[in-house]
């Protein structure tokens, strides 16, 4: 059980253009979904908490216009990039916590979506 | 808000050696502190996990210990193998909100 899904797992854009990326829990409802982001070599980042039927808590300098998210149910939230540049290129993770395996506190982590903007 | 110290930052061990991996935090309020490893590519995965109200624990070759007093916990790997390379991350969660800081990440490598 547990089971948290990215789509897609890999996407490339032009500079520009937005981008959706889809998280969703398998087997439970998540009440609270965490999006990350990873730049090559380094630590994750949270970017945002989403809670569903709610507007999504931002993290210090994420802006909240560029890096939509939409929690509209318990087993989907997504994280639209609008107008992505290249910086915006990194690795996408998002988490799901609110299952009933596991401790309270555990986050199951999706497998991750690779944005590339050229 | 949190600050999630990991040191080192690479770890280069011989095979059957043990590796540690030390980090502090910043917050007083934070009471759960997973570990994970991740894999080139791949999701994060929880390898063991510790609240505070625990000073030690153990699964199989991994152990992790927390000192609250002194804000800082370690990952204990012993008898290190080739399939413990990875990247290994800390992570601090505090009691409200459950979100996540992670440490900045120890690069592992077990050499045959």
């Known amino acids: 059980g547990a089971v948290v899904s990215q789509h897609p797992s890999w996407v490339i854009c032009k500079s520009g253009t937005s981008v959706k990326i889809e998280c969703r829990s398998l087997d439970f409802q998540a009440t609270t979904m965490f999006w990350y982001r990873q730049f090559p070599k380094q630590s994750l980042m949270l970017m945002a908490t989403?809670?569903?039927?709610?507007?999504?808590?931002?993290e210090q300098g994420v802006e909240k216009d560029k890096f939509l998210i939409n929690h509209a149910s318990l087993t989907l939230s997504t994280l639209t990039v609008t107008s992505a540049h290249p910086e915006d290129s990194s690795f996408y993770i998002c988490s799901a916590r609110g299952g009933t395996s596991g401790s309270a506190n555990e986050q199951f982590f999706g497998p991750g979506t690779r944005l590339t903007v050229l | 808000g949190e600050n999630v110290e990991q040191h080192p930052s690479t770890l280069s061990v011989q095979e059957g050696d043990s590796a540690v991996i030390k980090c502090t935090y910043s917050?007083?309020?934070?009471?759960?502190f997973p570990w994970y490893k991740q894999e080139l590519g791949k999701r994060p995965q929880l390898i063991i996990d510790i609240r505070s109200n625990v000073g030690e624990k153990k699964d199989q070759r991994i152990a992790v210990t927390l000192n609250k007093t002194a804000k800082h916990f370690s990952l204990h790997i012993t008898e290190t193998q080739p399939e413990d390379s990875a990247v290994y991350f800390c992570a601090a969660s505090q009691a409200a909100g459950n979100k996540l800081t992670f440490g900045g990440g120890t690069r592992v490598l077990v050499k045959p």
């Open positions: 989403s809670n569903e039927g709610s507007k999504a808590t931002y």
């Open positions: 917050d007083s309020a934070s009471n759960y």
